[in-house]
């Protein structure tokens, strides 16, 4: 029979009270000892129901516990630090130009000090804001625009509202700056996708912090933004000299004829340039020696004939030459500096984008120069001609780190070219093939040119790991390097005596040393310490002598600088002559041994690079010699494309390439 609810109800009840009276009383007493003091027990949790016996009973799901409000920033109680915190929440822009990253760092900084004012104290700017301005006020001088860098007014009795936002935009104005100094004003992307440098530009918070320690100094801190290399700097005195008055004419000397004056010499000459230059009679004398000969050339005329030739644009090399003695005799010259100030500005601008800090020993290339200039100690150790990428392929502009050289390289031929070739290699059985040899790798076939003299790479090159998988390299072609236009490559630069610039860069190996592992298998050796590497582009400097010198926009970046710097003469590539270069010494050619005896058809080019990169480099003969042979339609394709490389002669698969 069914047994009521109501009566399981009591039973269950009933034997849970039995059950634990039970159980209190085994724990309350024993034959040994007596019951211990009764303890509180908190009553355990009763079990649900089953669904069976009460089917409407319904779990309780508990309460979500309810989450942690996010913590605010605390509001300042003093009236001014909360004029600085409601300005700042204010979206009204600090300044034209600034970034919101660079708003949100001069948030963070704020907050760190508990929205106190920086530039502001007792309703008055503090020294620190002085020495901001005065810099601000003066960008011009280092080729950036001053109206950019507003400085805010300050009411004679500011009220709190005033105050927080003149300092905080006197912060935005520096923080603007800085960036612009260090190369952030151009979007380097929109003149050519190849610029890449790694611009180190600052961080709001962290300017204002540098600013904030050189307290009375915050103007030579702000300066320190902009580059301290030589070359930056002697573009920058001689913007000064552009902007600046006139000098006066110079009153003519006439010299009789003589020989070149150097430092040390006795010449009749030497008292009429002393008159000429206002300098005194004689060498004034000392504790240790009397008073000079008047006819000695000592360094204070030749200091005077230095002046004078960076002055007229001769090398400043204080040595009287025939060019100095003739500057001399022109008689109402006035002498202000050549260049534009747009052409100064945008090769200041350059500068910014090499690292504030070049080494002290590094590699300078500067691409429109065809030139390599290696430094050591940070003095001038050697140079020597480059060949640099054509306008169509052209050579890429960044900073990189050298880490290895490879004596003896092979050359693995790209995949771009390798595709058009693969139905052919796929089904020869030989080892090689017109000097290169067929490579399997995992079901893949590749081309390997071995070193040798015939190597598209020569003997040695010079590798420094970057996104545009170019570098420093040999050439069997040595005569390229006769031609004052060697823009010949696909990107990479391609040394003239690169055994030289090894003699420079490898401090335990010397060039006769190296030589000597020609032919010996590939060898690759690494430099004991990283060595910065700098492909630049410059199309106006002032040389090592103090010479101004310009040179021919090869592509032409020169254009769209002016035009993103506002400045005139943006319609088109500025157009120079290149300066005279001496003749290439006959040793220079044979430098290399046996690179004579690499020469190619003058129809054919050579494409060379480091598989598998995808970039990769030619090497052709000088272009008077070029003769572009008629192209059918269904002609094969060879290189990158746009580039257009000859089709193969299949009779003769020496002369493949």
Known sequence: MRVPRSSLMALAAFLTGTVAAAALGSETATLDQPAAAPVAVSPAPTPPPAPDTFPDYKPEVPAAEPAPAASAPVAPTDPLGAAVLARLADPAPLLLRLSTKDRDAIRAFYEARADKPLWIADGAWTEAAKAVSARLVAAAEDGLDAHAYSIPNLPEKPDEKAIADADLRLSAAAVLYARDARG??????????????????????????????????????????????????????????????????????????????????????????????????????????GPGEPEIYDSAVAEAVTKFQRGRGLPATGILNVQTVLALADAGRAGRPTGSEAELIVNMERWRWLPGDLGSDYILVNVPEYRLRAYRGGVLRDEARVIVGKPDSRTPLFSGLMEYAVVNPSWYVPPSILKTMAPKLAGYGGKTWGGYEVVR?????????????????????????????????????????????????????????????????????????????????????????????HLAYFTAYVDDGGTYRTLPDLYGYDAPMRA????????????????????????DAAATPKAHSAQRHPTHRHVADEWPTGRYEDVEPPRRHLRRAARSDDAPEYGEPGLWTPAPQQATPRSYW
Request: aromatic residues 6%; positive net charge.
């Open 564 to 587: 993103a710097l506002g400045l005139p003469g943006g319609g088109g590539p500025a157009i120079a002559r290149l300066p005279d270069e001496a003749p290439r010494r006959k040793a």
């Open 184 to 289: 952030g004003r151009v979007n380097l992307a929109s003149i050519s996708r190849l610029i890449t440098p790694h611009l180190d530009l600052p961080a709001g918070n962290a300017v204002l912090t540098k600013l904030s320690d050189a307290g009375a100094k915050a103007g030579e801190a702000l300066q320190s933004y902009n580059p301290a290399s030589p070359g930056y700097l002697a573009l920058r005195a001689r913007l000064a000299a552009l902007r600046g008055p006139a000098p006066t004419a110079a009153k003519p000397l006439r010299l009789p004829s003589g020989p070149a004056l150097r430092v040390g010499m006795r010449d009749a000459r030497v008292p009429l340039l002393r008159a000429h230059f206002d300098l005194e009679t004689r060498p004034a004398g000392t504790f240790d020696q």
């Open 441 to 533: 790798r995992g079901g893949h076939i590749s081309l390997r040119q071995p070193p040798g003299e015939r190597n598209a790479l020569g003997f040695i090159k010079f590798m420094f790991p970057n996104e545009h998988a170019v570098y420093l390299h040999d050439t069997p072609n040595r005569s390229l390097f006769s031609a004052a236009k060697r823009d010949f490559s696909h990107g990479c630069v391609r040394v003239d005596d690169p055994f030289r610039l090894a003699d420079v860069v490898l401090p335990d190996w010397s060039a006769d040393r190296l030589k000597k592992l020609i032919g010996k298998g590939e060898r690759t050796i690494r430099l004991p310490e990283k060595l910065p590497v």
